[in-house]
């Protein structure tokens, strides 16, 4: 079945660093594919999301590219902020499925001061 | 922004006791999902709903769990008996037409303690 696997956290950054978090993810057809965020005491949000092969996502200075020949989708951010403290979660939507998500487990990011 | 708004925020209350959790999805929306999220499982999904109808609720525990929608501003996700294990943040999101490119928005959720 799909399933999507990230990197383990925490994350621990000093604010202005760069952060990559790795996703990467098995799927039978062509999926689309999300990054979650979650802050402290709140739901998830889209932060962005791509729906084909080599797609770039973005938004708030994150950016993920659909790779589909490494079937991966790596969350990138240049220059992070204390405010970026929170749970990322990669996910993925394959045709089938009614919008169903496949969620990876998460991973904390700390950027501290 | 249209938001997903979950009832009540927070809940507590002693085992053995029904706890019922609503969603009001956004308007227009005709796809409904429950998750509970704990430590250690992560995020789970348990059930969801297309246009009012079940589509797949084998993530739920069938004799104390039950999800509703009564009508398309209202789901309901029931516990009864509860039990100390049930202790979680129960989410529920909703998304649009569009199938697998659809994000799905989320609540803030229902932190349930159970005693």
């Known amino acids: 079945g799909d399933s999507v696997t990230q990197m383990e956290g925490p994350v621990t950054l000093s604010e202005e660093a760069f952060l990559t978090i790795n996703c990467t993810y098995t799927a039978t057809g062509y999926p689309s594919l999300f990054w979650y965020v979650q802050y402290p005491g709140e739901g998830l949000q889209l932060l962005l999301k791509?729906?084909?092969?080599?797609d770039k996502g973005s938004n708030k200075g994150f950016e993920a590219t659909y790779r589909k020949e490494t079937t991966s989708f790596h969350l990138e951010k240049g220059s992070v902020q204390v405010s970026d403290s929170a749970v990322y979660f990669c996910a993925l939507s394959d045709g089938d499925s009614w919008g169903k998500l496949q969620f990876g487990a998460g991973t904390q990011v700390v950027v501290t001061p | 922004d249209a938001r997903v708004t979950q009832t009540p925020r927070h809940k507590v209350t002693e085992m053995g006791q029904e706890v019922t959790m609503r969603c009001q999805p956004i308007l227009g929306h005709n796809t409904v999902f429950w998750y509970r999220q704990t430590m250690m499982q992560g995020l789970e999904l348990l059930a969801y709903?297309?246009?009012?109808?079940?589509?797949?609720d084998s993530g739920m525990p069938k004799d104390r769990f039950s999800a509703e929608m009564p009508d398309a501003t209202l789901a309901t996700l029931k516990i009864q008996p509860s039990e100390p294990r049930d202790s979680a943040v129960y989410f529920c999101a909703s998304a649009g037409e569009g199938g697998r490119n659809q994000p799905q928005h989320f609540g803030d959720g229902t932190r349930l303690s159970i005693l």
């Open positions: 709903f297309r246009n009012r109808a079940p589509l797949d």
């Open positions: 791509a729906t084909k092969a080599d």
